[in-house]
């Protein structure tokens, strides 16, 4: 037993979890405008639970302009209307408590909505009683922005109010204003926007770039970036040495920790986007930080065995005694693993995903081995995409509506959906998934099923030397040990069992068609994962 595992009592939910992603204008449409609402989440609950998973972490939802679809609140408290109202929030969290599934909220405090009355309050005069609960500055000399940083959709971050004669920062869109989190009173409010959900019944969180919350109290100019290539977006051109990961912000991330332990059980998911390195302090200090910094090494890997071998060494090896692993596999804001690594291999990264030691996250429609839809430019929606066009940056293909069923619309809405639909919604979708026993959706129900043995779900992991395309490695309980050999590969190869190991059981293959003993050497075949129980 890995002696990072605390006894079995220590152990929290979340450690234990699946947590699925819904993008909620894309999950289902109750009320027939084309745009996913939380009453048609609530009608699928019973879909997540046949399907296994622990926990629903829900984009989003709040009233907003939808400049950045919902990552531009305007009011923290309360359900945009196109979503429903609080009083389908509270039937969603009941339902699905019942069901024993946990629901988490998106957590956005690093900006609101130019909309949000603090921030019109703010701009209305100098002397406004919230004029410093955002980041306003004064031009340089002959009226340029006041540094040099740009904002991650492309063009500079600071823009002129006319009005006041400052410039304000935004990190994202000029509709984003980022508040300032060095003003106690922004964090006492803001705190207090988690104890209204809390209150409510909700689970935890994930908390919006939370590395970026405090910018630097010099304002100095961020160094150019000599990594910077054409595939990369523009703000990379710069190192953001001074407006991300500034030193203060793990006190800041303390004070919301505070808030979630006044509650049992809640937790907190932090988006970081940080080498691994950085990543890990967002724990904090003997883990009273971010409960899991969310790891995007999946995403951002190329499907090559050595470089995804690699990856999770890394991950592994920088981990704080502490720190409770975390896996991301697709979210809203990059290509679904499925166009990453080609439909055959979405199988063996389900494998992956649902084996490695950690927290998994699915992203709605993963698990249909949904993929990106190519989104003709007169249906494009995403402001990172239309800002940059013709650049490959726009968001709208990996957040297409979720195939349910083989019905027009695929069952997501009587109507047109706000995106395109995969034109193959028809073989790929829940009801015919739900019939096929060879199914993608039948592989990761069949894998959260397993992950609940304790070694799976709390186990140690061993990585195994990676060999041509296999990838390999151990994960041990107290009750069983599983070999995992993922063949990244489109040819057949052979795997010997490490020593020590006499034989085994192949549990499953992510071609579902094969149950059986293995002696110490088997055959892995194309772009075949095998989980193995093996016999000491
Ligand atoms: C990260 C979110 O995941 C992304 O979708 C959003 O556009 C930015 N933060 C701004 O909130």
Redesign the pocket.
């Known amino acids: 037993m890995n002696e990072r595992i605390d006894v079995e009592s220590a152990i929290q939910w979340w450690q234990r979890a699946v947590i699925y992603q819904v993008y909620p204008r894309s999950f289902a449409d109750s009320n027939g405008d084309g745009v996913g609402d939380l009453a048609g989440i609530t009608s699928h609950l019973d879909y997540l639970a046949w399907l296994g998973i622990d926990a629903i972490w829900i984009?989003p939802i709040f009233p907003s302009p939808m400049a950045?679809f919902g990552?531009?609140v305007a009011n923290y408290v309360d359900v945009d209307p196109l979503f429903g109202s609080l009083a389908d929030l509270d039937r969603l969290l009941a339902e699905a408590h019942a069901r024993g599934i946990r629901v988490l909220l998106d957590f956005?405090p690093?900006?609101t909505s130019d909309q949000h009355p603090w921030f019109l309050e703010s701009r209305s005069s100098r002397d406004s009683a919230h004029r410093d609960w955002y980041v306003w500055r004064d031009p340089r000399p002959g009226g340029s922005p006041p540094t040099n940083w740009l904002s991650?959709f492309g063009g500079p971050a600071w823009t002129w109010d006319e009005e006041t004669q400052q410039y304000y920062y935004h990190?994202?869109l000029p509709q984003?204003p980022d508040l300032n989190w060095r003003n106690p009173e922004v964090r006492t409010a803001l705190e207090g926007v988690l104890r209204f959900w809390l209150d409510r019944g909700v689970d935890g969180f994930r908390v919006?770039?939370i590395w970026q919350l405090v910018k630097d109290a010099e304002f100095r100019d961020n160094p150019p970036n000599p990594a910077y290539g054409p595939a990369l977006a523009p703000h990379h051109r710069l190192v953001s040495l001074y407006n991300a990961d500034r030193p203060e912000v793990h006190e800041v991330i303390r004070g919301l920790r505070a808030v979630l332990d006044e509650y049992p059980e809640r937790v907190m998911l932090g988006?970081i986007d940080l080498p691994i390195e950085r990543l890990m302090s967002y724990y904090g200090e003997s883990g009273g930080g971010v409960h899991l910094p969310l790891n995007f090494l999946l995403l951002i890997t190329p499907w090559d065995p050595a470089r995804i071998d690699e990856a999770i060494r890394r991950y592994e090896a920088a981990l704080p005694a502490y720190g409770w692993p975390n896996w991301v596999l697709s979210?809203?804001?990059t290509p679904r693993v499925a166009t990453r690594s080609g439909d055959a291999q979405a199988r063996v990264a389900a494998m992956l995903l649902l084996t490695l030691r950690g927290t998994p996250t699915v992203y709605y429609g993963d698990e249909l081995g949904m993929r990106d839809v190519p989104v003709p430019p007169d249906r494009e929606r995403d402001p990172?995409g239309l800002r940059l066009p013709g650049q490959g940056f726009g968001?709208d293909p990996q957040r297409t509506p979720m195939q349910w069923s083989t019905a027009t619309n695929a069952g997501f809405s009587d109507v047109e959906p706000w995106l395109p639909l995969d034109t193959e919604y028809a073989t790929r979708n829940v009801e015919v998934e739900r019939d096929d026993g060879d199914s993608m959706l039948r592989l990761y129900r069949r894998l959260i099923e397993l992950r609940r043995t304790p070694a799976l779900a709390v186990g140690s992991l061993e990585c195994l030397p990676q060999d041509g395309d296999v990838v390999s490695y151990i994960r041990r309980g107290a009750d069983a040990s599983f070999l995992v050999a993922l063949n990244m590969g489109e040819t057949d190869r052979q795997v010997t069992l490490p020593e020590g190991c006499h034989g085994g059981v192949v549990v499953i293959s992510t071609h579902l068609d094969r149950q059986e003993l293995v002696s110490t050497r088997f055959t892995l075949r194309a772009n075949e994962g095998l989980l193995i129980e093996v016999t000491d």
Request: proline share 0%; aromatic share 16%; glycine share 0%.
């Open positions: 984009s950045d990552y531009d956005v690093n900006h991650n990190a994202f984003q919006d770039v988006e979210n809203h804001d990172f968001r």
